[in-house]
């Protein structure tokens, strides 16, 4: 018997409520962190593990018998998605998942049988900005007794897992201006690393670091340079519009702990379609920094999208590995990037090693020498990503054992018209409006191969679709779409091997998995329902 059921079973027999689930023992320290799925039965952070590959060492559930997959139990939240998703990651230990949901609830659950132990609701404001209109998260950051969660009116909370109870409560920017805050922490040795949303509004990105304790902040690195600091120079000599210019950083990062980085995605500049106002490359919108994880200083950074006309984000799952690149081991960042490239680097220096398109985007085929796409036909003909982009906030997978980096891919054609936007505080500001081609739409789940940039196999989408991918080292490969089917594929040759209609569509969300009492699980957000799937017993 589990030590979960052995502290329920005589609250049941009592007929009284189990407020502490995990009151017998601590949670993961930071040792449990760094061995990421090193223990089968947990699932400690967004993606598995700090280096975001998303793929598990499970192999109960293989090609030969997914087919037997069956669901074993399923979550409704009661909750609202305003036309998105339930796009969190839940975290598993000792039998308990915690999960959160839009509109910033969260609950315990019991992994055995999806019933709740404790519930978060926040009390949000009526009035606000970005969190009104994309009122999602994507999930707990966990340390010890403690999880932490961002939220729509852009605070950070520490909660007591064992029973839900508030710990801390800090402010991280005035959600009136625009701001909000949407990720899932990322949970270091003594810090906890968020960013923030809002690029839309007269906001300024940030990537901030604080003490789990008591939410001190550590530090802050501002996305966007201050008059005079390096990067500056490719923005307008204007304080106003620096302080002003976006740049958000809403989605989750990954961490290297033997060179002590952190790489995060960087969020567009502000306005999205209208560049006048802000001529130059605009560092570091658009890119991927990697910071130093005790003083959050830029050690290296690589724009790639410069001077952002699309609102093509890059905030994107950085996933990291150690590959033999031309015959030498490298340690590698790589990024399936909104403009439709697919991005190879020296993680220890940020050198490009490879960029290749991965959809049929006639904006750019090729990259300079600098690593500047050449855009064509002045990035406004043919057929041109919409600002959704080739792929999205969606977490990719990478499997070691073929080298290949496998993620949803958009095909999408879209016209941009700029308009100088009318300019007000708490206000959205894209700078014009976007004409989809939607006769053009299409998705795909795309493998390819690190080294060259080539596809090896696709399995295509009726429609563009949201899902995020999971692989496991049994050889298989978890993905969603936007008609709400949850598949199996080989990892192989990208083979169907089995699929579950889930009723809603599966947005922003990847599955994860992990061991319970010798069982592999396999759970995925679809709607507003989680479901849990496993082999029969």
Same mark, same amino acid.
């Given at each position: 018997?589990?030590?979960?059921?052995?502290?329920?079973?005589?609250?049941?027999?009592?007929?009284?409520?189990?407020?502490?689930?995990?009151?017998?023992?601590?949670?993961?320290?930071?040792?449990?962190?760094?061995?990421?799925?090193?223990?089968?039965?947990?699932?400690?952070?967004?993606?598995?593990?700090?280096?975001?590959?998303?793929?598990?060492?499970?192999?109960?559930?293989?090609?030969?018998?997914?087919?037997?997959?069956?669901?074993?139990?399923?979550?409704?939240?009661?909750?609202?998605?305003?036309?998105?998703?339930?796009?969190?990651?839940?975290?598993?230990?000792?039998?308990?998942?915690?999960?959160?949901?839009?509109?910033?609830?969260?609950?315990?659950?019991?992994?055995?049988?999806?019933?709740?132990?404790?519930?978060?609701?926040?009390?949000?404001?009526?009035?606000?900005?970005?969190?009104?209109?994309?009122?999602?998260?994507?999930?707990?950051?966990?340390?010890?007794?403690?999880?932490?969660?961002?939220?729509?009116?852009?605070?950070?909370?520490?909660?007591?897992?064992?029973?839900?109870?508030?710990?801390?409560?800090?402010?991280?920017?005035?959600?009136?201006?625009?701001?909000?805050?949407?990720?899932?922490?990322?949970?270091?040795?003594?810090?906890?690393?968020?960013?923030?949303?809002?690029?839309?509004?007269?906001?300024?990105?940030?990537?901030?670091?604080?003490?789990?304790?008591?939410?001190?902040?550590?530090?802050?690195?501002?996305?966007?340079?201050?008059?005079?600091?390096?990067?500056?120079?490719?923005?307008?000599?204007?304080?106003?519009?620096?302080?002003?210019?976006?740049?958000?950083?809403?989605?989750?990062?990954?961490?290297?702990?033997?060179?002590?980085?952190?790489?995060?995605?960087?969020?567009?500049?502000?306005?999205?379609?209208?560049? *006048? !106002?802000?001529?130059?490359? $605009?560092?570091?919108?658009?890119? %991927?920094?990697?910071?130093?994880?005790?003083? /959050?200083? =830029? #050690?290296?950074?690589?724009?790639?999208?410069?001077?952002?006309?699309?609102?093509?984000?890059?905030?994107?799952?950085?996933?990291?590995?150690?590959?033999?690149?031309?015959?030498?081991?490298?340690?590698?960042?790589?990024?399936?990037?909104?403009?439709?490239?697919?991005?190879?680097?020296?993680?220890?220096?940020?050198?490009?090693?490879?960029?290749?398109?991965?959809?049929?985007?006639?904006?750019?085929?090729?990259?300079?020498?600098?690593?500047?796409?050449?855009?064509?036909?002045?990035?406004?003909?043919?057929?041109?990503?919409?600002?959704?982009?080739?792929?999205?906030?969606?977490?990719?997978?990478?499997?070691?054992?073929?080298?290949?980096?496998?993620?949803?891919?958009?095909?999408?054609?879209?016209?941009?018209?700029?308009?100088?936007?009318? *300019? !007000?505080?708490?206000?959205? $500001?894209?700078?014009?409006?976007? %004409?989809?081609?939607?006769?053009?739409?299409? /998705?795909? =789940? #795309?493998?390819?191969?690190?080294?060259?940039?080539?596809?090896?196999?696709?399995?295509?989408?009726?429609?563009?679709?949201?899902?995020?991918?999971?692989?496991?080292?049994?050889?298989?490969?978890?993905?969603?779409?936007?008609?709400?089917?949850?598949?199996?594929?080989?990892?192989?040759?990208?083979?169907?091997?089995?699929?579950?209609?889930?009723?809603?569509?599966?947005?922003?969300?990847?599955?994860?998995?992990?061991?319970?009492?010798?069982?592999?699980?396999?759970?995925?957000?679809?709607?507003?329902?989680?479901?849990?799937?496993?082999?029969?017993?």
């Amino acid at each position: 018997m589990s030590k979960f059921l052995e502290q329920l079973l005589p609250a049941l027999l009592a007929g009284v409520t189990l407020v502490s689930p995990l009151s017998a023992q601590d949670g993961p320290s930071y040792a449990d962190l760094l061995k990421g799925f090193s223990n089968p039965d947990r699932w400690l952070t967004y993606s598995g593990d700090y280096s975001g590959k998303r793929h598990s060492p499970l192999q109960q559930i293989t090609p030969e018998n997914v087919s037997k997959l069956r669901p074993v139990w399923t979550f409704q939240t009661g909750t609202t998605t305003r036309g998105r998703g339930f796009e969190t990651t839940p975290l598993a230990d000792d039998g308990v998942l915690y999960v959160t949901g839009s509109n910033n609830n969260a609950w315990a659950i019991d992994a055995h049988t999806g019933r709740t132990f404790w519930r978060y609701r926040r009390n949000l404001p009526n009035d606000l900005t970005y969190g009104a209109s994309a009122p999602v998260n994507r999930g707990f950051g966990m340390l010890g007794n403690k999880l932490f969660m961002v939220t729509l009116d852009a605070h950070l909370l520490a909660f007591d897992r064992r029973n839900g109870d508030i710990l801390w409560d800090i402010e991280l920017a005035d959600y009136r201006v625009g701001y909000a805050a949407t990720l899932a922490p990322l949970v270091l040795d003594g810090k906890v690393i968020v960013g923030i949303s809002g690029g839309e509004y007269r906001t300024r990105g940030f990537i901030d670091a604080y003490n789990p304790l008591n939410g001190e902040q550590l530090w802050r690195f501002n996305t966007f340079p201050g008059p005079g600091e390096p990067g500056s120079e490719t923005w307008p000599d204007d304080p106003e519009v620096l302080a002003a210019g976006g740049g958000g950083t809403w989605m989750n990062g990954s961490f290297d702990p033997e060179l002590n980085l952190i790489f995060w995605g960087v969020g567009n500049p502000n306005p999205d379609y209208y560049g *006048d !106002a802000r001529p130059g490359d $605009n560092l570091y919108s658009n890119s %991927l920094v990697a910071l130093d994880a005790d003083t /959050g200083k =830029l #050690r290296w950074h690589y724009q790639f999208t410069p001077h952002d006309l699309n609102d093509w984000d890059s905030n994107h799952m950085p996933v990291l590995a150690e590959v033999n690149w031309q015959g030498r081991l490298r340690q590698v960042v790589m990024v399936g990037n909104r403009n439709g490239f697919f991005y190879v680097l020296d993680r220890v220096t940020g050198e490009l090693l490879l960029g290749e398109p991965f959809t049929a985007t006639s904006w750019a085929r090729e990259l300079d020498a600098d690593g500047r796409p050449i855009v064509l036909n002045d990035g406004s003909q043919g057929c041109v990503p919409d600002p959704w982009g080739s792929t999205n906030f969606m977490p990719p997978t990478f499997v070691p054992e073929q080298d290949l980096f496998i993620l949803t891919a958009r095909e999408t054609c879209a016209t941009y018209v700029p308009e100088k936007p009318a *300019d !007000a505080p708490g206000q959205s $500001n894209f700078g014009g409006t976007v %004409l989809i081609d939607a006769e053009q739409g299409r /998705g795909a =789940l #795309r493998a390819l191969d690190i080294h060259t940039g080539n596809l090896v196999w696709e399995f295509s989408y009726p429609s563009p679709t949201f899902g995020g991918v999971l692989s496991t080292a049994s050889g298989l490969v978890f993905a969603g779409d936007h008609e709400g089917n949850f598949m199996a594929f080989n990892a192989d040759d990208g083979s169907h091997l089995w699929h579950y209609q889930t009723g809603s569509r599966i947005w922003g969300a990847a599955a994860m998995t992990f061991m319970l009492e010798n069982r592999q699980l396999v759970l995925i957000p679809s709607g507003t329902t989680l479901t849990a799937f496993a082999l029969p017993e």
